[in-house]
């Protein structure tokens, strides 16, 4: 009708709340850094001395929940539906970080810098052939020196360190056992330095070809590393 007010009644915000909790002692994780991703932006929350956290006020949707603590394996959990008034729990579960550190350098012993290495965790069948073509983000690169760190690795038994460089031959190293909380140093990773291969692609009357892509198969290094 015309001239009657129209009344909207807003959506009444919804709440995360949840304990940020130790998975080696099931205890509380205290004074954790938590990142809340809305369409709206960014909040930024710690759980308190008892590990309970509580973000209100949030809009209805899709939202993204993240640790961000440096001694702690990377976590986070994405597409969380929160309705309208809904007071959603999530808890957080954290695992101490590994560190792992050494040197790269060549067959002389020289230093390689920005060779890129990746830890990998056990994996068998359509798992392990997935992990091949897609290694995810590098551990650490090494420096001018041929030094590296890489910190929040998830510790386990029988993990793999790949270590690349666009000059050399790819090493891989086995069987290291990485401990909660721990460190494993000293890592001394050997590349060989790679072949250059130049040449031309000809047809079979000897014309040229361009464009012909060419592929080559990359010897890798496997090296033992119990421990």
Do not use: C, M
């Not at 099931?26 to 809305?38: E, G, H, M």
């Amino acid at each position: 009708t015309a001239g009657k007010p129209v009344l909207l009644t807003p959506a009444p915000p919804a709440a995360l709340a949840g304990k940020t909790v130790n998975v080696g002692t099931l205890r509380p994780d205290p004074r954790v850094k938590l990142v809340v991703t809305t369409a709206g932006g960014t909040r930024v929350e710690r759980s308190g001395p008892d590990g309970k956290y509580r973000v209100r006020g949030l809009r209805p949707g899709d939202l993204g929940l993240r640790a961000e603590e440096p001694r702690h394996v990377p976590w986070s959990h994405d597409g969380v539906k929160l309705a309208r008034g809904e007071a959603r729990k999530l808890d957080v579960p954290l695992t101490l970080g590994a560190t792992l550190s050494g040197r790269v350098v060549d067959e002389r012993g020289n230093p390689v810098a920005d060779a890129k290495g990746f830890v990998s965790r056990p994996a068998a069948g359509a798992a392990a052939f997935f992990a091949r073509l897609r290694p995810g983000a590098a551990a650490f690169r090494s420096r001018p020196d041929g030094t590296f760190v890489a910190t929040r690795l998830a510790p386990g038994e029988n993990q793999s360190l790949s270590v690349s460089h666009p000059e050399h031959e790819k090493t891989l190293l086995g069987g290291l056992a990485l401990t909660p909380g721990g460190t494993k140093a000293g890592l001394v990773v050997t590349l060989p330095r790679g072949l250059v291969l130049a040449g031309a692609v000809r047809d079979a009357e000897g014309n040229p070809i361009p464009g012909a892509e060419v592929s080559l198969s990359q010897s890798v290094t496997v090296v033992g590393g119990r421990g």
